[in-house]
């Protein structure tokens, strides 16, 4: 008798994926040279590849002059580092007092130490090493840096410069324009009209603005406006200044991630009993941080360069100081290696933000949505 | 009618109302959503709420625990009265569990996390007290041994689970369901029925949105039936279902149990 029905007497076994990749000639062939027009255009880039890579590794590395201490030494044809390494303490520490660097040393070890032990995720204790790096770490790293007390000599901010200028605007940025922008993010979205029109205006006010403005109100409009005898620091109304204008930004960003956290998910915190702060704090935020973190380490990124403007108000940072050397009659004609020099600088620090970023978002990922 | 209900009630728990609900209004700008919803709920009873989409059953068990927010007419939960105070809504929220539609787990958290949050922040319990109750419900829906793993590990009837247990979890007076089954795979409504049937029959107060018409039948002490902002129809299951009364619900059993 015949059905028009069919059925399955065994199930088949589950088999492994096909390998798609065959060697590094197979990725080759598949990826570069699939075709006549991708091979033209292969060998095209890989020519202008080699002629653009091939003089700038001899002229920094091959041809490059390492070793010495002067002007002397630079005798090839490539880069002369001699000028970045005779410089360098000055590049690190700018104007700090010789025999005051050891403490600049030891906010640098401590920075160091507590960024990598919340880095990495198997170091235990982390509640408490991050409550110190955010108040431990500036309170020590005040006293050490700036002195006056306990015996420590006293050293004015326009003696600071260097990477390490770079780093205090770019760390102390960075820790207080996040809170600042979450709880700006969180006010432009709140129901009482008054929180939110005042969010509203001040995030509107200082996006509008550009930094380099900013850094002018601060450093040359803002104490015509202050009583003569109240002088406060030129650096702290900078740091203030980028504080505030990337805390703007970062408002936006945040509140970017806290509407794409749907009504649900309050709802059901409220349900549960859970007050305003309870459901922004351990629902909503966790969420909405994470689902933006590319957002934030971009803005963190475009704070540590953007740090570099603050050398129109006279403070050395990493580049201005670089900059200071050039004019040095000692070294003149050197502009190439500095500005390299920084660039890689810069580079080497927003290129870790970046991958710790990606590394922060696979690690923190639960799997799915909802 | 309510009379004849009430008599009926009183079998399963004390008199005491647990809700309260008294002449009822709610608008939507100038849209009437709920209009003049009357409904007494004694501990112990179990009422199934029925009607087609945007009668204003979901809105109505809402403004239980004030999801919404109404504008006329009071709502008492266990003798307390509702108003706009954050507090007193939140001591409300305390003795009512909630469960989605979109069950709405915290996709952040495992799911033992999920059941311990309000216990550790709202009740104040420490965290290993919190986490036996914790184990104690999800073993009661049969899932505790998916407590260590995220809500995106789970399908949609485990999710439903979960979000029951965490409700369970704070010791509710009342369980309002908002169509718990709706979102949910044909396959996996049955378990997550059981689970709603289970806690019936322990006698918990319960209020839920269904189209399920077999656990009204199974369990309900009384069926709602609203239409257009309204109760159109209260009668005990046997009753709604064998004779309706209004035309409106016999068309919708018709539309409903006809397919």
Request: hydrophobic content about 50%; proline content about 4%; overall charge neutral.
């Amino acid at each position: 008798m015949t059905t028009d029905s069919t059925f399955r007497t065994e199930m088949i076994e589950a088999r492994e994926a096909p390998d798609q990749r065959r060697g590094v000639i197979g990725w080759f062939r598949a990826n570069l040279f699939n075709g006549p027009i991708n091979s033209i255009v292969s060998i095209v880039v890989i020519y202008l590849l080699a002629r653009l890579v091939w003089p700038f590794l001899e002229w920094a590395v091959i041809d490059a002059d390492w070793i010495g201490t002067t002007r002397d030494a630079c005798t090839g044809d490539g880069a002369c580092w001699v000028f970045i390494s005779a410089r360098f303490e000055s590049i690190i520490y700018g104007f700090y007092p010789d025999a005051a660097r050891w403490r600049v040393d030891i906010v640098f070890a401590l920075l160091a130490i507590l960024v990598a032990w919340l880095a990495v995720p198997k170091l235990p204790y982390k509640k408490w090493v991050a409550l110190f790096a955010l108040v431990g770490l500036p309170i020590i790293a005040y006293f050490l840096l700036v002195g006056g007390s306990f015996g420590l000599e006293y050293v004015p901010t326009r003696a600071w410069g260097g990477l390490m200028l770079t780093l205090t605007i770019a760390v102390l940025g960075i820790v207080g324009s996040l809170p600042l922008g979450i709880i700006l993010a969180l006010g432009r979205r709140s129901k009482m009209p008054f929180v939110k029109g005042i969010c509203v205006i001040f995030i509107e006010f200082w996006r509008g603005v550009p930094l380099i403005t900013v850094l002018f109100m601060a450093s040359v409009m803002l104490p015509l406006f202050v009583p003569g005898d109240f002088d406060f620091d030129k650096l702290l109304r900078a740091l203030i200044g980028i504080m505030f204008f990337w805390s703007a930004y970062m408002a936006e960003v945040i509140r970017s991630g806290l509407q794409a956290i749907g009504k649900g998910q309050t709802e059901a915190g409220q349900a549960l009993g859970l007050n305003y702060w309870q459901r922004t704090g351990l629902i909503v935020l966790p969420q909405a941080l994470k689902l933006v973190i590319p957002g934030i380490v971009n803005t963190f990124i475009a704070l540590f360069k953007d740090t570099s403007l603050v050398l129109i108000i006279g403070l050395f940072d990493l580049l201005a100081i670089i900059r200071a050397g050039l004019t040095d009659s000692n070294w003149l004609g050197f502009s190439t290696e500095g500005y390299v020099f920084a660039a890689a600088v810069y580079w080497v620090f927003c290129f870790s933000m970046s991958r710790y970023s990606q590394y922060i978002e696979r690690r923190l990922n639960t799997g799915h949505k909802r | 009618m309510s009379e004849a209900t009430a008599s009926q009630t009183t079998a399963s728990g004390s008199d005491r109302p647990m809700i309260e609900i008294d002449h009822l209004n709610k608008w939507y700008g100038s849209f009437h959503v709920l209009r003049d919803i009357n409904l007494t709920v004694t501990k112990g009873e179990r009422i199934v709420i029925c009607g087609p989409s945007g009668s204003g059953k979901s809105t109505m068990i809402r403004c239980i625990n004030h999801l919404e927010e109404h504008q006329q007419g009071s709502i008492v939960v266990n003798g307390v009265p509702m108003t706009n105070d954050v507090k007193r809504i939140e001591q409300i929220r305390r003795n009512v569990g909630m469960v989605f539609q979109h069950f709405n787990l915290f996709p952040h958290l495992t799911v033992l996390e999920n059941c311990c949050l309000s216990q550790i922040w709202v009740q104040k319990k420490p965290r290993a007290e919190a986490e036996k109750t914790a184990m104690e419900y999800l073993e009661r829906v049969q899932i505790a041994n998916q407590a260590l793993k995220y809500p995106g590990q789970l399908s949609g009837g485990q999710q439903q689970r979960v979000a029951i247990a965490r409700a369970l979890c704070m010791r509710p007076e009342v369980m309002l369901f908002d169509e718990p089954t709706s979102a949910l795979d044909p396959e996996m409504i049955k378990e997550v029925l059981d689970v709603m049937i289970e806690l019936a029959h322990e006698g918990m107060t319960m209020l839920c949105v269904t189209h399920e018409m077999g656990f009204a039948k199974t369990v309900a002490d009384r069926v709602i039936f609203m239409d257009q902002g309204q109760i159109i129809e209260e009668a005990p299951p046997h009753e709604f279902f064998n004779n309706p009364r209004s035309e409106r619900t016999q068309l919708f059993l018709s539309q409903i149990l006809g397919h």
